[in-house]
């Protein structure tokens, strides 16, 4: 028993690794394959993993959010990973051969640690929203010791089983280069609205939305639709029980408090907004145009809002104010650098994400402000007419004006004094009050300028801040034409998001189908769905 105990257990992976490799490749010539395969597809992996399919699955994935087309993207990223991988070959093959075999074990054990890294430890990053990455202890311990055991693995294969160690590299790199291209190609694209990525960012143009018109109004009447992004209504109560006076140029409004939304996200909230459909595979986002087309019939229409929400054939179809600029080499190059940067946030060991943190914001934030005489439009609150100076121009047609502006959406980067914050930390329930402000000089300027009484104005958000990973009290607040009274009245009648798309169409002269806000009671009993939880909301949502 003694001798058992004392007995060394020996485990042999250096004979089978070896027999594994002479199967695969034999000896003298297959050997020599083997080095040739492993150098190209080691470099193909190496270069391609971090430079071009991990950059590309990012902006597949979150397309919607991406005013770039895919066209040019595609090609910059792929030359660029193709410079990387001829490089890494070119030392693969020059190197003399011990240092060869040690530069081929730290770029494996790089690749693998990066697409573990990438591929299996990116969950749960948090949202791009601007404020600074909290680094946790047990990811940074988990991090490190997979990229410990990833370098680990490659030097002692190289180290111990030189003899199978081209095999084996390889082996694995190959696979894994197959599954990334097999899922680059394979036709597994998101769908938004009617159209894929592939159509709605195609082309070699960049689609901008400008300022052209925001200042002209109707002399007739005004339909204005605005959406504060991620108002929840629970944050106005509190704006305004704190700063009472930035809604004093609120004349004629009812403030809506029992509203219940329908969805969570941006994209998904205006397309139900403006058409009033449930998003299914069968009938998917943005595949109604109705109201647009009604307005743009009505009415001189313009949309402001970012160029991919609605999408980009919405914009070209149904607003005035659409641009596109030709892309050029210096702006794709400035584009990629910063998919680049989003992809070693993604890729790179969890200590050193901060040093590749980048916000949603700065995505889109890199067109110059004149664009051939035009200006971009900016969803800043800050932004949005804060120069006092701007003349207001009038026609005789009648006009509607669709206007989103970040709200309380980050970056919140405007001070309660609606100055510009750089550091972009603004809390939300300053953000609020700003938000207030910013309306508030705006329905100031209408007033100076004669506009505001004959114009419906109605002031909404997408959806409410997450709470409970539900987002379901947005701000609700209308203003009808001619029947501006002072201060704001205030209905407890049982809304729903539901019912925004009827009065968007009964404000647009069509006779809708169903009720519309205004033929809510206050007294009604109503259940209210939110879709995204499929939850049921009962009675007065701030008893």
Aim: charged share 20%.
């Amino acid at each position: 028993m003694k001798e058992i105990l004392n007995t060394e257990i020996r485990v042999d992976l250096k004979t089978p690794l070896k027999k594994f490799g002479q199967k695969l490749f034999g000896n003298g010539r297959g050997e020599k394959l083997a080095f040739i395969f492993r150098n190209i597809f080691l470099s193909l992996f190496a270069a391609m993993y971090p430079l071009y399919f991990v950059p590309m699955d990012i902006f597949v994935n979150n397309a919607a959010d991406m005013p770039y087309p895919i066209k040019s993207l595609k090609r910059y990223l792929f030359f660029i990973s193709m410079i990387v991988c001829a490089v890494i070959l070119l030392l693969a093959f020059l190197l003399p051969k011990k240092a060869n075999g040690w530069f081929c074990a730290a770029v494996f054990g790089l690749s693998l640690a990066m697409y573990i890294q990438g591929t299996f430890l990116a969950a749960n990053m948090g949202e791009l929203d601007g404020t600074k990455y909290e680094l946790t202890a047990w990811k940074i311990i988990l991090s490190v010791l997979v990229w410990c055991a990833a370098f680990a693995a490659a030097f002692l294969l190289f180290v111990k089983f030189r003899d199978s160690f081209n095999a084996v590299v390889l082996f694995v790199t190959a696979a894994l280069f197959a599954v990334q291209a097999i899922s680059a190609i394979n036709p597994q694209h998101r769908k938004w609205g009617a159209l894929n990525i592939e159509t709605i960012t195609n082309g070699d143009v960049r689609p901008i939305i400008t300022t052209d018109d925001l200042e002209l109004y109707s002399t007739k009447r005004n339909l204005l639709v605005i959406v504060m992004d991620m108002y929840d209504s629970f944050y106005y109560d509190e704006a305004v029980k704190t700063a009472p006076d930035s809604v004093s140029e609120f004349d004629g409004f009812t403030y809506y408090r029992n509203t219940v939304g329908s969805y969570m996200t941006t994209y998904d909230c205006i397309s139900y907004i403006f058409s009033g459909r449930e998003i299914t595979e069968e009938q998917p986002a943005y595949s109604d145009e109705t109201f647009y087309k009604l307005v743009n019939e009505k009415f001189k229409a313009n949309i402001y809002s970012d160029p991919t929400v609605p999408p980009v054939y919405i914009h070209e179809k149904y607003t005035e104010n659409y641009y596109s600029k030709k892309i050029t080499f210096a702006d794709t190059r400035e584009y990629s650098a910063k998919i680049f940067k989003l992809a070693f946030f993604r890729c790179a060991p969890e200590p050193l994400k901060p040093l590749f943190w980048i916000s949603s914001d700065e995505m889109t934030d890199f067109d110059i402000d004149k664009l051939d005489g035009h200006t971009k439009f900016s969803l800043s609150n800050y932004a949005f007419f804060s120069d006092p100076n701007t003349v207001f121009r009038s026609t005789d047609e009648e006009v509607f004006k669709y206007i989103h502006l970040n709200g309380l959406h980050y970056p919140c980067d405007t001070t309660i004094d609606l100055q510009y914050d750089s550091s972009k930390e603004v809390p939300e329930d300053i953000t609020a009050i700003a938000a207030n402000k910013t309306l508030n000089r705006y329905f100031a300027y209408l007033k100076e300028n004669g506009f505001y009484d004959n114009s419906d104005i109605l002031v909404l958000a997408d959806h409410g801040i997450e709470q409970n990973h539900k987002k379901m009290f947005p701000l609700l607040m209308f203003k009808p034409a001619h029947q501006t009274g002072e201060g704001i009245k205030i209905s407890n009648a049982p809304i729903s998001y539901d019912d925004i798309f009827p009065t968007l169409m009964y404000l647009a002269g069509e006779d809708p189908q169903e009720r519309t806000i205004f033929d809510i009671g206050e007294n009604e009993q109503r259940v209210r769905h939110f879709y995204p939880t499929n939850e049921d909301v009962y009675g007065n949502i701030k008893d």
